[in-house]
């Protein structure tokens, strides 16, 4: 099974790069992600067509792990330059999660809403899902933080590093529709 992530938690950096021109990208060409919202939404979404998660009207620029992959083997192949930088990897857009509830529902062909749910009962179903609680307690970070706004930012340091765009979350969604597939009921 392929790994699938998309991350939200992002570095600073104040160390600019040099120019780039980026070719166009953006559409999960490049393998599998998920989004902090697909990865924890995906049965919300299943089974009643909505990403249910406590992140207010906050904005976030999710990148997908491929893409924070593609990043790093390009600074592998030539570290001497990176050496000391820290790069803020963004995702091409910085949106609501109504926005991204849209775009599910482009993607999938069927109406997604967002639904903001409380973060103690949100962070419980974590629990629930027995994830560790240090993930449980980055995870429910990540979230207020996204509630305050503290994630709506961009960066072109995707392109400038790799020479091509950051997948975008309508060409993610496309690429594992399967993942957000109403299940019908179970036979016996």
Known sequence: MAHRSFA?????TDVPLGGSTCTEGGTGRHGAADSLPPLLAAAGVRASDELALPMGGGKTSPISAVDVARAVAAILDDPAPHIGQIYDLTGPESADLDHYARVFSEALGRPIRYRDVPLPAWSESLRQARLPEHLVSHLSAMAELTRQG???????????????????????????????KQRGPAHS
């Open 8 to 12: 939200t938690s992002r570095p600073r």
């Open 150 to 180: 503290r994630y709506d930012r961009m960066t072109d340091t995707m392109c400038k590093l790799t020479g091509e765009a950051p997948t975008n979350m309508r060409g993610f969604v496309k690429l594992h529709a399967a993942e957000f």
